[in-house]
């Protein structure tokens, strides 16, 4: 059996993986996926740690959080159509959209 240190020390890598992702990277949809990326390790370290617990309200949460998740990518992912749709684009350094 894995200890919860294995399950914490994982959804940290994924969580800096995520972050520089974010942090880095010019292209909208991978930005998305980063973020994707960290949500999931927040849900790894729930679910972890709700295990481990023995207690389910840690696993509720992460249902939610997975609903959330996944409105966020529909609702992200129709909006950077909708910009490339105007602007021939995801590169968010060339989208002056929301900028004065």
């Known amino acids: 059996m894995l200890s919860l240190t294995w399950f914490l020390a994982l959804s940290a890598i994924l969580f800096a993986i995520g972050t520089i992702g974010v942090l880095t990277r010019k292209n909208a949809i991978v ?7 960290m949500l999931n390790a ?3 370290t729930l679910v972890a740690f709700s295990s481990f617990m023995g207690d389910i309200h840690g696993q509720i949460l992460v249902f939610f959080s997975l609903c959330v998740a996944a409105a966020e990518a529909a609702v992200g992912l129709a909006i950077v159509i909708a910009i490339f749709r105007n ?3 995801v590169d968010i350094t060339k989208i002056k959209l929301l900028r004065w």
């Open 31 to 37: 930005i998305f996926m980063s973020v994707e990326l």
């Open 42 to 44: 927040v849900n790894l």
């Open 87 to 89: 602007n021939l684009t």
